[in-house]
């Protein structure tokens, strides 16, 4: 079945450590993308990435690193210099625009990092 | 100003109860428009695109007004299922690209 796939579901960091959140996708999407989600909020976004090779900044890209070495993947780093790191993450792929008529996003089940 | 801006509710209403959410957005230039749906604690699911010329799914109805920069979604005879918090979505990228922003959410509970 096609789909996104993040990993772990749940993820326990101590303070200062940098942390890798797994993003995997087979629907052979061109755009992915990285948000958090704090309790009671609305998704704020992180990075994107229309294409291989290639990626920008959202609106709350300090602490994070991201690369998009292959296609299907787009793993994201929460280091150390994430002051308040715990939160809901979520990876989302799309088609570019002008490639089809809906461009819509697809999730992945997210990843919960909690800093203890 | 935000990017996109919603009424964050809570939107408490009977079963049968049609109820409507707008969504106000800043840039002019946006190009492409979508409703998500979150249940608690889940990932948000596409609950559909809202075209220029409006478009309705079953109880659903979705409008765009490009000229007050909003659009809305219209639910019809809620159902105790449709409690959820409710996603507006923004392509706010030139054309060719994506750089979608999601609104806060407006919360809705359906009682019985």
């Known amino acids: 079945d096609g789909g996104i796939t993040q990993s772990p579901k749940y993820l326990f960091r101590k303070e200062g450590q940098n942390v890798t959140l797994s993003c995997e996708q087979n629907l052979n999407h061109d755009a992915m993308y990285w948000y958090r989600q704090d309790p009671g909020q609305g998704l704020r976004l992180i990075y994107y990435?229309?294409?291989?090779?290639?990626?920008q900044k959202g609106d709350i890209a300090e602490g994070y690193s991201v690369s998009r070495e292959k296609k299907e993947s787009f793993p994201l780093t929460v280091t150390s210099a994430q002051k308040n790191p715990t939160a809901f993450y979520l990876c989302?792929?799309?088609?570019?625009?002008?490639?089809?008529?809906?461009?819509?996003?697809?999730f992945g089940q997210g990843t919960r990092l909690t800093v203890v | 100003r935000k990017e996109v801006e919603q009424d964050p509710g809570p939107f408490n209403v009977p079963e049968g109860a049609t109820v409507a959410f707008n969504c106000t957005y800043s840039n002019s230039a946006s190009q492409s428009f979508f409703w998500y749906r979150q249940d608690c604690r889940k990932e948000p699911k596409l609950l559909m695109s809202v075209y220029s010329s409006g478009n309705e799914d079953g109880r659903f109805t979705a409008q765009l007004n490009r000229a007050s920069q909003y659009i809305s979604l219209l639910i019809r005879d809620s159902k105790l299922s449709d409690s959820a918090t409710y996603l507006c979505?923004?392509?706010?990228?030139?054309?060719?690209?994506?750089?979608?922003?999601f609104g806060t959410g407006t919360r809705l509970l359906v009682s019985p």
């Open positions: 979505v923004v392509n706010v990228a030139p054309t060719g690209f994506q750089k979608l922003v």
């Open positions: 989302a792929s799309s088609i570019r625009p002008g490639t089809a008529i809906n461009t819509e996003a697809f």
């Open positions: 990435s229309q294409i291989v090779n290639d990626f």
